[in-house]
């Protein structure tokens, strides 16, 4: 299994609460609820980032495909 880091998370009771009955709908510990929510939080954040970039049509050189017999 990977090397874990562990660290101090203050949170108020009330997040932690609903964290609680989160993990508990999920069949989850709150420690892997709250790696589950990061981890898809950083997948849908890498995904959004990318895709522009994915997205962005190619470049046409100046007057291509602009009416190409003048106005009508």
């Known amino acids: 299994m ?3 880091k562990p660290f ?3 949170l108020p009771p009330e997040l932690m609460e609903e964290l609680n ?3 508990r709908d999920e069949l989850r510990s709150v ?3 709250i790696e ?3 981890r898809e939080a950083l997948r849908r954040r890498r995904r959004v980032t990318l895709e ?3 997205q962005t049509p190619p470049e046409r ?3 291509a495909g602009e009416g190409e017999g ?3």
């Open 31 to 33: 420690n892997a609820q």
């Open 2 to 4: 990977a090397e874990r």
């Open 61 to 63: 050189p100046a007057g």
């Open 8 to 10: 101090l998370l203050r």
């Open 21 to 23: 009955r989160w993990a």
């Open 36 to 38: 589950y929510v990061l």
């Open 52 to 54: 522009p970039a994915a």
């Open 70 to 72: 003048g106005p009508v």
